[in-house]
T-cell receptor, first 112, second 110 residues
Framework: EAGVAQSPRYKIIEKRQSVAFWCNPISGHATLYWYQQILGQGPKLLIQFQNNGVVDDSQLPKDRFSAERLKGVDSTLKIQPAKLEDSAVYLC??????????FGPGTRLTVL | DAKTTQPTSMDCAEGRAANLPCNHSTISGNEYVYWYRQIHSQGPQYIIHGLKNNETNEMASLIITEDRKSSTLILPHATLRDTAVYYCIVRADYGQNFVFGPGTRLSVLP
């Protein structure tokens, strides 16, 4: 069974630029999550989708972050404009409903 | 905030059992204990979860105390590849998201 796919694996941008990350969940998983993991900390949930609807985006900085999950399958997370403090690993996870989450390898973002 | 407390770091000799403790004194009756680990430069990997009974799978065993206020993850024969950060999380299966703390950094030494 294929796992959660993410791309790119690494991205370096300058502050005020925009960036987008892509995630393809495990086939059949209706729930998709985006997490931000700052160096030395545990992952922090940014947004949760159930199919193509948002369930929880309470911790998403909506002035600069946006996410969508068109057609209820793959998803993109965008940052526009990026700040230095956005440097982190962005993890995507998926699950069947609200059960065990399975994570992708992450995208490491460096903002200069 | 995370509902669990774990030691910051632990060492274990290769081939020995690694016992990772977790305190969750405010756990509710419908909350499960989950364990994940994160190997360097990878996403978190699911290990095991349980409600009140001890659980075992091909990766590890989970021992939950009778009062459910603490638990221990046991890796029976640790290898160098088990070096990782281990996260203990409590969560109800419905209605709650995973809240990760800083975890325990386990170093398996040759």
């Amino acid at each position: 069974e294929a796992g959660v796919a993410q791309s790119p694996r690494y991205k370096i941008i300058e502050k005020r630029q925009s960036v987008a990350f892509w995630c393809n969940p495990i086939s059949g998983h209706a729930t998709l999550y985006w997490y931000q993991q700052i160096l030395g900390q545990g992952p922090k949930l940014l947004i949760q989708f159930q199919n193509n609807g948002v369930v929880d985006d309470s911790q998403l900085p909506k002035d600069r972050f946006s996410a969508e999950r068109l057609k209820g399958v793959d998803s993109t997370l965008k940052i526009q404009p990026a700040k230095l403090e956005d440097s982190a690993v962005y993890l995507c996870a998926s699950s069947l409903g609200q059960y065990t989450q399975y994570f992708g390898p992450g995208t490491r973002l460096t903002v200069l | 905030d995370a509902k669990t407390t774990q030691p910051t770091s632990m060492d274990c000799a290769e081939g020995r059992a690694a016992n990772l403790p977790c305190n969750h004194s405010t756990i509710s009756g419908n909350e499960y204990v989950y364990w994940y680990r994160q190997i360097h430069s990878q996403g978190p990997q699911y290990i095991i979860h349980g409600l009140k009974n001890n659980e075992t799978n091909e990766m590890a065993s989970l021992i939950i105390t009778e009062d459910r206020k603490s638990s221990t993850l046991i890796l029976p024969h640790a290898t160098l590849r088990d070096t990782a950060v281990y996260y203990c999380i409590v969560r109800a299966d419905y209605g709650q998201n995973f809240v990760f703390g800083p975890g325990t950094r386990l170093s398996v030494l040759p």
